[in-house]
């Protein structure tokens, strides 16, 4: 697995979101845009990590920025967790888990010392242009939105994506 790093093109994707209609990177040239990938719909740290996002949506925006979650649930799973949480934040569908591997965020990872193969928990800043600016992954949800609005709004990148631009 090759993540994708600092300075790379976003990969494309053309996904369905949870309000039926496709979204493609390629629509949001001119935009920055932020893309979290995260395991699974309704779990304790996929909820938070979502309600974090909702809850600055409105930060996200007057920053110029459009926050995308992905995981690999189905639209109407996607729909549900919204429903249930009362998320904003417009989760898309990668049921193959193609764009995942695209940007690296699907692999081998460790947990209590288990290796398995699934979503490795990530988010990327994507610039108008389309390029990345910023990675974070490994993501760790307690604080991880505001590092991300941080380094939107050009205060110092997290450790974590600096480590990125430099591997």
């Known amino acids: 697995m090759v993540m994708v790093k600092?300075?790379?093109p976003a990969p494309a994707f053309d996904l369905v979101g949870d309000d039926g209609a496709?979204?493609?990177l390629a629509a949001l040239r001119g935009r920055t845009v932020v893309v979290y990938?995260?395991?699974?719909?309704?779990?304790?740290?996929?909820?938070v990590e979502?309600?974090?996002?909702?809850a600055a949506l409105e930060?996200?925006?007057a920053a110029g920025a459009t926050v995308l979650g992905?995981?690999?649930?189905?639209?109407?799973?996607?729909?549900s967790f919204c429903q249930k949480h009362g998320l904003g934040v417009r989760l898309l569908s990668d049921e193959d888990g193609a764009v995942h591997r695209a940007y690296g965020a699907w692999g081998e990872k460790k947990l209590y010392g288990r290796v398995s193969e699934g979503c490795i928990r990530s988010t990327f800043l994507i610039d108008p242009a389309g390029v990345v600016r910023a990675v974070w992954?490994?993501?760790?949800?307690?604080g991880h939105v505001d590092a991300v609005l941080a380094a939107l709004s050009g205060a110092a990148a997290p450790t974590a994506a600096k480590a990125k631009a430099k591997g």
């Open 50 to 54: 979502a309600k974090d996002f909702t």
């Open 70 to 79: 992905v995981s690999r649930d189905s639209i109407q799973r996607h729909r």
């Open 37 to 47: 990938f995260y395991p699974k719909d309704d779990t304790p740290g996929c909820t």
């Open 59 to 61: 930060r996200f925006a």
């Open 137 to 142: 992954s490994p993501v760790r949800v307690p």
């Open 6 to 8: 600092v300075g790379d």
């Open 22 to 24: 496709r979204h493609a």
